[in-house]
């Protein structure tokens, strides 16, 4: 056995460089969560939300023009530039939210239909939104992940605590961020991953009650009406 292969027997099957993940999930989730956000009544959105949605486009356009394959290094400006999509669309999914929970109090949503079906766009938007940033910050994002930069995970996965219940190649992906999105807006609490770094938790903390909220007021108010 040479030096490097008695290394990497050391190092943890989850943290060895590997090619990367592909872009398009990704990108295909963005695409979807603009179309969402676009297609939501004047009355839940922004003003300028066509605006919005076209800065997002431009956005997502531009990281997979720049990265269109496998991230398999970090690039500090497509980092940056997700970062930027990302905190625009929470700024628009935020006010979405403000907005809903106003009508919400004022009942001026009378169409429990219609309620169901935009509180859970808005959830849903959500839910990717969080995938999101779980997926970007974890051990400095994707292309570090892929170069084994970051020693220390911020989210620790089942697979990494017992290696013998996956792949020697496993490695997590954004579809397990986009899980573990969902089961902290589903239950309101962490499932099988849990937080380390207290940004993860704090982070998992603020999606736990957005959705609380949402959920909450959206299924009470819906069946009010229909009583």
């Not at 997502?60 to 690039?75: E, L, Q, W, Y």
């Not at 997700?82 to 001026?108: E, R, Y």
């Not at 009378?110 to 051990?139: C, E, H």
Request: contains cysteine.
């Amino acid at each position: 056995m040479s030096q490097h292969e008695f290394h990497l027997s050391k190092v943890p099957h989850w943290h060895r460089p590997h090619g990367g993940e592909h872009r398009w999930p990704v990108t295909f989730v963005v695409a979807v969560v603009i179309i969402l956000q676009f297609l939501l009544p004047k009355s839940l959105s922004l003003k300028i939300q066509p605006e919005i949605c076209a800065v997002e486009a431009i956005l997502m356009i531009s990281i997979f023009a720049i990265s269109p394959g496998r991230i398999a290094t970090h690039r500090k400006s497509t980092w940056w530039l997700g970062i930027g999509l990302t905190g625009v669309m929470t700024a628009s999914n935020i006010a979405s939210v403000v907005q809903l929970v106003q009508k919400l109090i004022d009942g001026t949503i009378k169409s429990p239909t219609s309620l169901l079906a935009f509180g859970g766009s808005i959830w849903l938007t959500n839910m990717v939104i969080f995938s999101l940033w779980y997926w970007q910050f974890d051990r400095g994002g994707p292309g570090a992940r892929a170069e084994a930069i970051d020693p220390y995970p911020d989210f620790l996965f089942p697979q990494m605590t017992d290696p013998q219940y996956s792949p020697v190649e496993w490695t997590p992906t954004y579809f397990d961020y986009l899980f573990t999105s969902y089961t902290n807006a589903s239950a309101f609490s962490p499932t099988d991953v849990m937080p380390l770094t207290r940004w993860a938790k704090m982070l998992m903390m603020v999606q736990s009650a957005t959705s609380l909220i949402t959920v909450g007021l959206v299924i009470a108010r819906a069946v009010n009406i229909l009583h």
